[in-house]
C-alpha cells in the first residue's frame, strides 16, 4: 500500500503541519555520551516532542550500497513528503469506466483481506518502554541512566544507548514518556523491526516523496514510523519513531484504500474523524465512498462539511459537484 504524505504535523512535526497528532524523529545534533548536559537558560529546544521528526527518511543515498545491505548515514538534507489527494474524478452520474478507483464495486469490500478487525489503538512500546504511559522514573528503572540530558521547556529528552539498535531519544512531558525515536546504527530488516515492535498484526502504509520513493511506512493503530535505507529490498530499517496516534496516518491509509476496499477504507475515516473532527479531508473520503456506494444524500452532507471546513480546498468542491450531478442537482 503506498501513499504520498504530506508534512503531517507543522514545523515542530514531521517537518511539518500542525495539530496535537504527528510522530517525532531523531535530531540530527551531535550526541554527547556519558554525561549529563543541560541547555543554556534561554536556549531550550521546543517542548513539541515531534520537533525531533525533520530529517526523517532522510538516510543518504551515497551510503546505500548497491547490494543494499550495508547502513546508511541519517544526515541527509530535509526534503518534503507529500500526501496525496484524490485525482479528481468525472463529473458524469455515473464513474467512468477507465477509473480504476471510481469504478470498483462495493461487493469487494467483503472480501477475505478487506474486512480484517482493525487492531485496538495502542501506542506501541520498545523494550518496556510504552510512549504516553512510561514514567521517567520507570524509564531509568529499564533503561538506565541516560547518557545525555537535554533541558525543553515542558521536561527533557534523554539520550540512550540500545542492545541491537544504538542511539535513542526520549523525550519527557510532565513526567511521561511523550515520544521515542531511535537512530539503528546498523540498519535491520523489516521483520525485525516489527517483531521487536510487535507491530507485525497491523497493516501500514507506505511514505513516499515527491518522486514517488520510498522513505519508509507508518503504522497508524501503534503510532510508529519506520525510516528504510534509501532502495532497500526488502527494506532495511534505519530509523524508529513512536509517537501520539493521530489522524493523518489513518487517513493516508484509507486513502490508498479508496480504490478498491472502501468497508477498510471506511474504517480509517471513522478512525480519523474520531481523532480530528474537523478534518476536510477526512469528511471529503467518507463522502467519496458514500458517492461511490449509490448514497447520494450522504455524499452531498459530507462534502458540504468538508467544504465548510476548507472552503479553499478545490476537490473537496469537484466532489461536491460530482454528487450534484449524479443527483440532477445542476
Not at 541512566?145 to 525543553?152: A, D, F, L, M, V
Amino acid at each position: 500500500m503506498r501513499v504520498q504524505l504530506r508534512r503531517w504535523l507543522p514545523m515542530a512535526a514531521f517537518v511539518g503541519a500542525s495539530c496535537a497528532t504527528g510522530f517525532c524523529v531523531l535530531a540530527t545534533s551531535p550526541m554527547v555520551f556519558g554525561q549529563e548536559v543541560e541547555a543554556e537558560e534561554g536556549e531550550a529546544p521546543s517542548a513539541d516532542p515531534s520537533d525531533e521528526r525533520s530529517d526523517f527518511g532522510q538516510a543518504s543515498d551515497s551510503d546505500a550500497p548497491p547490494d543494499s545491505d550495508a547502513p546508511s548515514d541519517i544526515d541527509r538534507p530535509t526534503e518534503e513528503v507529500s500526501q496525496a489527494e484524490n485525482e479528481p474524478a468525472d463529473t458524469s452520474q455515473k464513474p467512468a469506466d477507465d477509473d480504476p478507483q471510481a469504478a470498483a464495486p462495493l461487493e469487494e469490500t467483503s472480501t477475505d483481506d478487506a474486512t480484517q478487525t482493525p487492531p485496538a489503538l495502542k501506542p506501541a512500546s520498545l523494550d518496556g518502554v510504552r510512549m504516553g504511559s512510561t514514567t521517567r522514573e520507570e524509564l531509568h528503572e529499564l533503561w538506565g541512566k541516560p547518557r545525555r540530558t537535554e533541558r525543553i521547556a515542558s521536561g527533557a529528552r534523554e539520550t540512550y544507548h540500545l542492545d541491537k539498535l544504538g542511539s535513542a531519544r526520549a523525550t519527557i512531558a510532565e513526567d511521561v514518556v511523550a515520544a521515542l525515536s531511535v537512530h539503528v546504527e546498523h540498519p535491520l530488516a523489516l521483520a525485525v523491526v516489527e517483531e521487536r515492535l510487535a507491530i507485525d498484526d497491523v497493516e501500514p502504509v507506505d511514505v513516499l516523496d515527491d518522486q514517488g520513493e520510498l522513505l519508509g511506512a507508518a503504522y497508524p493503530p501503534r503510532g510508529v514510523l519506520l525510516g528504510y535505507v534509501p532502495r532497500t529490498k526488502p527494506p532495511r530499517v534505519f530509523q524508529i519513531i513512536i509517537e501520539p496516534i493521530n489522524a493523518q496516518a489513518f487517513l493516508a491509509r484509507a486513502e490508498a484504500r479508496l480504490a478498491t476496499r472502501y468497508a477498510d477504507c471506511l474504517a480509517d475515516v471513522e478512525q480519523a474523524l474520531a481523532l480530528a473532527p474537523t478534518s476536510g479531508l477526512a469528511h471529503r473520503l467518507r463522502a467519496e465512498v458514500a458517492f461511490r456506494g449509490g448514497d447520494l444524500d450522504a455524499a452531498h452532507s459530507g462534502a458540504q462539511s468538508a467544504i465548510e471546513l476548507e472552503p479553499r480546498d478545490l476537490k473537496h468542491r469537484l466532489l461536491l459537484a460530482r454528487v450534484l450531478a449524479a443527483s440532477g442537482g445542476f
